[in-house]
């Protein structure tokens, strides 16, 4: 028992650290290269790349921070999320994405155990959580995340059989599953962007949704692009009603669709529709948890 806490304070850990690194890449990569569309976003007259500057500055007075200033959580709480230089404040999102990693570090963890497969999973989980906040912050999915991505799902289907005992699902298990994938998964997409259109007399979807779509049909097959764009779809419904209902109808046209499908496809490596087949028929046994406390 004692082991396991260690270990899951040890993994949260990382995770926050990791997390601090997904944060800085989705801050850097966009910045210069698109418009924002709040005006959270201070616009700097400079791209930046993940590793240059190689330390993290504020935003506001553009002062490298401190090493302990790093420090994942810690460092917001103890300067009550203000910049230590001018006091301006340090966006709450910093401090929420490296909490977020760190917890879904843990979850990867239980749920995959110390594997290959749970290794390449976070990494793709990491790519959704970037993807998550750029499109919140610019309505962009970047091609540079999403093109790379698909390549490395179609690698792992390519790799498949040879790497089969090490790299499990949810990965595909043949070259011709992540093909149907890659080429079925948008395809659903676009139907539901007609479907959105038709009911809403906008269009709700980008071309970077359905490149986020093609990320998971490659890497995690038919099965995960058709359970994201479903759950992802239905989160969107709830949340949209939700704002609607509350007349903050500004707030859900400003939610792009990216997020939703994000949250539903890292759902789905965490093994969410193993919890979906055990509520709808309790004969069949939950992966979920399983595979650590048994
Ligand atoms: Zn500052």
Same mark, same amino acid.
């Given at each position: 028992m004692e082991m396991i806490l260690i270990l899951t304070v040890?993994?949260?850990?990382?995770? !926050?650290?990791?997390?601090?690194?997904l944060a800085v890449c989705a801050y850097r990569i966009p910045m210069g290269k698109y418009?924002?569309?709040?005006?959270? &976003?201070?616009?700097?007259?400079?791209?930046?790349?993940? &590793?240059?500057?190689?330390r993290s500055f504020c935003p506001q007075c553009e002062k490298t921070l401190l090493w302990w200033h790093n420090i994942p959580i810690f460092s917001w709480i103890v300067l009550r999320g203000r910049c230590a230089h001018c006091g301006a404040n340090i966006p709450f999102r910093y401090m929420f994405i490296e909490l977020l990693t760190g917890i879904v570090c843990v979850l990867t963890f239980l749920r995959f155990g110390p594997s290959l497969t749970g290794l390449v999973a976070f990494a793709f989980i990491a790519i959704f959580i970037v993807i998550t906040f750029i499109d919140l912050d610019y309505m962009i999915i970047p091609d540079v995340i999403t093109y790379p991505a698909t390549f490395v799902g179609l690698l792992i289907g390519l790799v498949s059989r040879p790497l089969r005992p090490f790299l499990d699902r949810p990965f595909v298990a043949s070259p011709m599953e992540s093909v149907m994938g890659l080429l079925m998964g948008p395809g659903l997409l676009i139907a539901v962007w007609w479907l959105y259109f038709k009911i809403r007399k906008r269009e709700g979807l980008g071309l970077g949704d359905v490149k986020l779509l093609a990320v998971c049909g490659a890497t995690f097959g038919l099965e995960c692009a058709w359970f994201t764009i479903f759950i992802?779809?239905?989160?969107?419904?709830?949340?949209?009603?939700?704002?609607?209902?509350?007349?903050?109808?500004?707030?859900?046209?400003?939610?792009?669709?990216?997020?939703?499908? !994000? &949250?539903?496809? &890292?759902?789905?490596?965490?093994? !969410?529709?193993?919890?979906?087949?055990?509520?709808?028929?309790?004969?069949?046994?939950?992966?979920?948890w399983i595979a650590t406390y048994s």
């Amino acid at each position: 028992m004692e082991m396991i806490l260690i270990l899951t304070v040890l993994l949260f850990t990382l995770g !926050a650290i990791i997390g601090s690194f997904l944060a800085v890449c989705a801050y850097r990569i966009p910045m210069g290269k698109y418009e924002p569309i709040h005006e959270g &976003v201070k616009e700097l007259n400079r791209t930046l790349s993940i &590793v240059s500057p190689s330390r993290s500055f504020c935003p506001q007075c553009e002062k490298t921070l401190l090493w302990w200033h790093n420090i994942p959580i810690f460092s917001w709480i103890v300067l009550r999320g203000r910049c230590a230089h001018c006091g301006a404040n340090i966006p709450f999102r910093y401090m929420f994405i490296e909490l977020l990693t760190g917890i879904v570090c843990v979850l990867t963890f239980l749920r995959f155990g110390p594997s290959l497969t749970g290794l390449v999973a976070f990494a793709f989980i990491a790519i959704f959580i970037v993807i998550t906040f750029i499109d919140l912050d610019y309505m962009i999915i970047p091609d540079v995340i999403t093109y790379p991505a698909t390549f490395v799902g179609l690698l792992i289907g390519l790799v498949s059989r040879p790497l089969r005992p090490f790299l499990d699902r949810p990965f595909v298990a043949s070259p011709m599953e992540s093909v149907m994938g890659l080429l079925m998964g948008p395809g659903l997409l676009i139907a539901v962007w007609w479907l959105y259109f038709k009911i809403r007399k906008r269009e709700g979807l980008g071309l970077g949704d359905v490149k986020l779509l093609a990320v998971c049909g490659a890497t995690f097959g038919l099965e995960c692009a058709w359970f994201t764009i479903f759950i992802g779809s239905v989160l969107g419904s709830i949340i949209g009603i939700s704002l609607l209902l509350c007349r903050r109808n500004a707030l859900s046209s400003y939610i792009p669709f990216g997020p939703y499908l !994000a &949250v539903a496809a &890292v759902a789905y490596i965490l093994g !969410a529709p193993s919890i979906f087949e055990h509520y709808l028929n309790p004969s069949t046994p939950t992966t979920w948890w399983i595979a650590t406390y048994s």
